[in-house]
């Protein structure tokens, strides 16, 4: 898990679990291992960087590739999901 601490994770996840809530996390891109945060309880990823691009146009891109995602997480939210 080169994403976030894993010991960072465990304790999102835990609280999260205490309220009998999910774990929704938002990542830059997904690598190879990507479904290991799986086994410490976060439920789902979601990717904002979709394909290999320059820096400066990804990060131009910036602003899209952040709302996107968080627009379908809302969405899900809204349908009780």
Do not use: C, W
């Not at 601490?5 to 929704?24: C, D, H, M, R, W």
């Not at 938002?26 to 320059?54: A, C, W």
């Not at 627009?71 to 939210?77: D, E, F, K, Q």
């Amino acid at each position: 898990m080169a994403f976030l601490s894993t010991s960072l994770q465990k304790g999102v996840a835990s609280v999260a679990k205490k309220f009998n809530k999910p774990v929704i996390t938002i990542y830059g891109s997904l690598g190879k291992e990507y479904e290991d945060v799986f086994r410490v309880g976060i439920n789902t990823v979601m990717p904002i960087i979709h394909q290999v691009d320059s820096l400066e146009r990804i990060l131009a891109a910036g602003y899209d590739s952040l709302y996107k995602p968080s627009r379908n997480i809302s969405r899900l939210i809204r349908i009780n999901i």
